[in-house]
């Protein structure tokens, strides 16, 4: 049976799309799901796939996927690699499709304002080739240097300026897709439509589940010409919160709003902010009157909820260093995990959940070397929650597993014990699906029927968003 299918696939894409060698194949059984980076450091080899194939068109892809369905193949897909919450998990029966070679940009729409490319391209290379072109495309998650289109639409990405701009569902105008049974979708590129309930959303957050993303078009937005930035000291998380409150009710939406709690006050920003305090970071950007004006509002907000004005410096910092995760990297090459868990909830919870979160991983986790948190994604009705711990378990797989799931258990369970949601933008994966259940309620039963209908044989990246059957 494996070696037919390797024939099969050779047959219908040639060999430059088809992958067996180890090293390329080793490669493709990882994201950077925190988890399993650790394991392996500590011995566990990922078990891999049966073989990577790399198509470059969506025909090529709808090709590929009819066969395998029919064939009762489970597909795997792989985009930049960045996912850290383990929507990546192959099978020895599993073929891997890799969409880095879907890299083409396709068009920019100056007059209706958008850009479409392939779902290959790399965020920061959208980016650089819109800048050229005097536009930015709004959506900065750290991992923009190592994301590609398809896969931040799958995950519902949010990016470090979504204050402003908007999330990924804010962003994406239209999209090309290809179901499980290999039928192409295409939703055009309009900026909004009342026929039926929005097919996008089918596809935005289905980690694969549903099928695979080939082709974007995301709004764009004019290069800003001016630009405000401050930072201030602020007595604690709950004064903080208050006055992010205060300004996003008013209507304000500065691009970047980030409240750092007093562990990573202290750790990033030591020589400016006081024992204790935690610091709030402010980015306005856009055109010169706006700018004025909302930076008035805003540091006469901040000030007037007690918070302490420290300049621009800190912020120019965070801008300089904000993608910089070689700490994190280096810990987990120790054997130490090192990871994050973003949760969101209305403004009446989230300090509570800041709190009670904090409070119960440091008393239940005797291996916790740290936990902090941040905001850093803001609405009118509620904020994010960035937890960022480190731990150090034994030198043995199985216990990596116990010490990362007793931290994540007691975020989990918080969360939705006040009301929050478990996921703000890094998707589901395999580390949240045992609570996802409990958060949709009556809606886990439209979720899995569409599955279902989608996905009757269960073979696209099973064991993610929704549980097996």
Same mark, same amino acid.
């Given at each position: ?342 949760? $969101? %909830?209305?403004? /009446? ?5 800041? +709190?009670? @979160?904090?409070? =119960? &991983?440091?008393?239940? #986790?005797? *291996? ?21 711990? $480190? %731990?150090?378990? /034994? ?5 990596? +597993?116990? @010490?990362?799931? =007793? &931290?994540?258990?007691? #975020?989990? *369970? ?56």
């Amino acid at each position: 049976m494996p070696q037919t299918i390797l024939a099969g696939l050779q047959t219908l894409l040639g060999p430059d799309r088809f992958v067996t060698d180890p090293e390329t194949v080793a490669r493709r059984c990882l994201d950077t799901w925190p988890l399993r980076l650790v394991q392996k450091v500590v011995g566990a080899e990922p078990e891999p796939p049966l073989c990577v194939v790399r198509p470059a068109t969506t025909a090529e892809v709808a090709r590929t996927l009819t066969y395998l369905y029919g064939e009762g193949v489970p597909v795997i897909p792989y985009g930049g690699g960045s996912g850290v919450v383990g929507g990546i998990q192959p099978t020895r029966d599993s073929v891997v499709l890799d969409l880095g070679a879907l890299d083409q940009m396709i068009s920019l729409n100056e007059a209706d304002l958008t850009v479409t490319a392939q779902a290959g391209v790399f965020l920061n290379h959208l980016e650089a080739w819109l800048n050229e072109r005097g536009y930015i495309c709004g959506h900065y998650p750290q991992s923009i240097d190592v994301a590609q289109l398809g896969g931040l639409v799958a995950t519902r990405s949010a990016g470090q300026f979504s204050t402003r701009y908007g999330n990924i569902e804010d962003l994406l105008v239209g999209l090309e897709a290809v179901l499980p049974d290999g039928q192409i979708l295409r939703i055009h590129d309009l900026p909004r439509r009342a026929v039926g309930p929005d097919l996008r959303h089918l596809l935005m957050g289905s980690e694969g589940a549903f099928g695979i993303i080939t082709e974007v078009t995301l709004k764009v937005f004019p290069r800003p010409v001016e630009r405000w930035m401050h930072a201030y000291a602020i007595a604690d998380m709950r004064s903080g919160l208050r006055a992010i409150q205060a300004f996003m009710r008013e209507g304000w939406r500065p691009a970047v709003v980030r409240l750092h709690d007093a562990v990573e006050a202290e750790r990033s920003y030591g020589s400016v902010v006081g024992a204790g305090e935690c610091i709030l970071l402010l980015l306005s950007e856009g055109p010169a009157g706006l700018v004025q004006a909302e930076s008035t509002a805003l540091h006469g907000a901040i000030t007037a909820q007690g918070g302490r004005p420290l300049g621009a410096a800190p912020v120019e910092a965070w801008l300089h260093h904000r993608n910089d995760v070689h700490l994190f990297e280096q810990l987990i090459t120790m054997g130490i995990i090192v990871d994050t868990i973003e949760v $969101a %909830a209305g403004w /009446s919870s989230i300090a509570n959940i800041y +709190e009670q @979160v904090t409070e =119960a &991983v440091r008393k239940t #986790v005797p *291996e916790l070397l740290v936990i902090s948190g941040h905001s850093s994604h803001s609405y009118p009705q509620g904020t994010n929650l960035y937890f960022i711990w $480190a %731990a150090q378990p /034994s030198r043995d797989p199985a216990e990596v +597993e116990r @010490v990362y799931n =007793a &931290v994540w258990q007691p #975020v989990m *369970e918080s969360t939705l014990a006040l009301g929050g949601t478990i996921s703000h933008h890094h998707g589901v994966g395999r580390v949240r699906l045992p609570w996802v259940e409990r958060e949709l309620g009556s809606g886990y039963r439209l979720l899995s029927g569409i599955k279902q209908m989608l996905d009757p044989r269960g073979l696209m990246n099973p064991g993610t968003l929704v549980q097996r059957p």
